[in-house]
């Protein structure tokens, strides 16, 4: 009998150690990146690691494969995640060649750090637009016909950067929400939209552009008074400076600026830092 | 013997030693009694009691179940009761969406009825129930099969009616396994994160569990999440502690 219970003992432990195993194989994948090959690039093709705000990925993608056309034997690798994410990543000595941020309060963060090989230069711009899904089965026209209570409508939390941007909206607009749920990021807010749970959302415009025919997008004139800049920076201590800021440079120039055009991302404002 | 067992508490302690020397000490009240993170406190014991309650009433029969009977078709019921636990649980928290969320295999019954679940406290003790109640019908599952069927066969002989043999007879032999396996969906509750965020949401008092709060804070304020993870860790350490004495008492 103890056999058998020694046997039912280890399927349990078995199957909770294939669990722990899963999850910690899965938070690896986050946090490696493209960290070893960078460190090892020396034999084979030289190898560039950005690291960028997740809503950079399809026209950062599209500027790698530029970039790698232009520079033979370079290889581009890319880590997309929230930009606070890859701010401390990096200040845990993450191997990054440039970094570019969702907002300029993070790319503080690096530069409070002293981490910066250049001053950072502003070379994007993304607002909010509300996400409805297609449909709009709640009838949503602007930010006043998102308060009622009957309405379930989704925003980020203000502690990340696009639920600071809907509490600045929502001043501006004079409107008060009353949301059903504050998300960590931009990403929850659209999925919530798009699988039809949430009325509306409050997003980014790229991110309404990005998401297809299950979303549609409503533009509102108080978008403007939350306008959120993307800064970029090539990383101290990066085996090959020059490269980043030869991205740097790709990615605030013409063909650059025109590829996140595209994408929806406006054009950076000419204050300066 | 000593040498691994002793190298495979470092590798469980040494994090947690790790995280400690990280907390600061001065300012670890105040980052703790904040209205927001004792309300996520608050939550998340309320709806952790609740899914390990949940886990009981649905579990206990299933581990019957999967023990006492025999039909075609039995192992296979086996491994797909356990699939929560090497799911993803942001994986799991899409399949409740797909379940019971407004598009979702009963949504539109649900939604006749006027009952919403996502964004709810519900949806967050459903999350829970879901990813915990494996760690409840494998412990339990476990012990049935190990107590045998000799006493019950006795009981039953002598003309006890089977739910007298259960109360009497099986209930008991169990119960040290019961209670183990309560605990240890409960901890699985505390922790649990992944399928709450996706199929909850985050409101601060009706679904932003401790797990989502630290995750949040962590944007913000990385020293109050470091303050709160510890929290979340002793309250799991002394929930546990306290149980492992009740059931060895």
């Known amino acids: 009998m103890s056999a058998v219970r020694r046997s039912r003992a280890a399927v349990a432990c078995l199957a909770a150690t294939a669990a722990l195993a899963l999850t910690l194989g899965a938070a690896g994948c986050s946090t490696v990146g493209g960290g070893p090959d960078a460190a090892e690039g020396d034999a084979g093709p030289t190898t560039l690691t950005v690291y960028a705000a997740a809503s950079l990925q399809e026209p950062f993608e599209d500027l790698g494969e530029q970039f790698e056309a232009d520079h033979e034997g370079v290889d581009v690798e890319f880590s997309f995640a929230g930009s606070s994410t890859l701010v401390g990543q990096i200040q845990q000595g993450a191997p990054a060649d440039v970094f570019a941020s969702a907002n300029t309060s993070n790319m503080d963060k690096l530069v409070d750090a002293d981490l910066q090989a250049a001053d950072p230069v502003e070379f994007t711009t993304n607002t909010l637009m509300i996400a409805v899904p297609a449909g709009n089965p709640a009838h949503v026209t602007d930010l006043a016909s998102l308060t009622g209570d009957e309405i379930n409508l989704v925003v980020c939390a203000p502690e990340v950067p696009c639920g600071a941007a809907a509490e600045a909206v929502e001043r501006a607009a004079g409107v008060d929400f009353s949301p059903v749920s504050e998300e960590q990021s931009v990403t929850d807010v659209l999925n919530k939209v798009s699988s039809g749970e949430a009325d509306a959302g409050l997003v980014y415009v790229t991110d309404v552009k990005k998401a297809g025919d299950g979303v549609e997008g409503i533009a509102f004139p108080e978008s403007d008074s939350a306008v959120n800049t993307y800064p970029i920076t090539t990383v101290k201590g990066s085996a090959q400076p020059e490269l980043g800021q030869e991205f740097v440079d790709l990615v605030t120039g013409e063909s650059g600026q025109q590829m996140l055009g595209g994408y929806g991302f406006g054009e950076p404002d000419t204050g300066g830092a | ?249």
């Open chain 2, 1 to 249: 013997m000593l040498l691994p067992a002793l190298l495979g508490a470092l590798f469980v302690l040494l994090p947690l030693v790790a995280m400690a020397t990280r907390v600061q000490w001065g300012s670890f009240a105040e980052l703790i009694t904040s209205e927001s993170s004792l309300q996520a406190l608050r939550l998340s014991l309320q709806t952790s009691a609740t899914s390990a309650l949940a886990c009981v009433i649905l579990g206990v029969p299933l581990a019957l179940l999967l023990a006492r009977t025999s039909f075609p078709g039995l192992s296979l019921l086996r491994s797909l009761v356990l699939i929560p636990l090497v799911l993803p649980p942001v994986v799991g928290g899409i399949a409740l969406l797909y379940t019971v969320g407004r598009q979702g295999l009963l949504g539109q019954q649900l939604e006749l009825l006027g009952i919403q679940i996502t964004f709810s406290t519900t949806a967050v003790v459903i999350a829970q129930t879901f990813v915990a109640l494996p760690f409840l019908v494998i412990s339990l599952e476990g012990a049935l099969r190990t107590a045998g069927t000799r006493y019950e066969i006795a009981a039953a002989s002598l003309g006890a009616r089977p739910s007298r043999v259960l109360a009497t007879i099986t209930l008991p032999l169990v119960l040290p396994a019961l209670l183990s396996g309560t605990v240890l969906s409960f901890a699985r509750a505390l922790g649990e994160f992944g399928a709450t965020i996706t199929f909850a949401g985050s409101l601060q008092g009706t679904t932003r569990t401790l797990p989502l709060e630290i995750y949040l804070q962590r944007e913000s304020d990385p020293q109050a999440a470091v303050a709160l993870s510890f929290v979340l860790m002793i309250v799991a350490v002394l929930i546990i502690a306290v149980a492992r004495r009740r059931v060895t008492a």
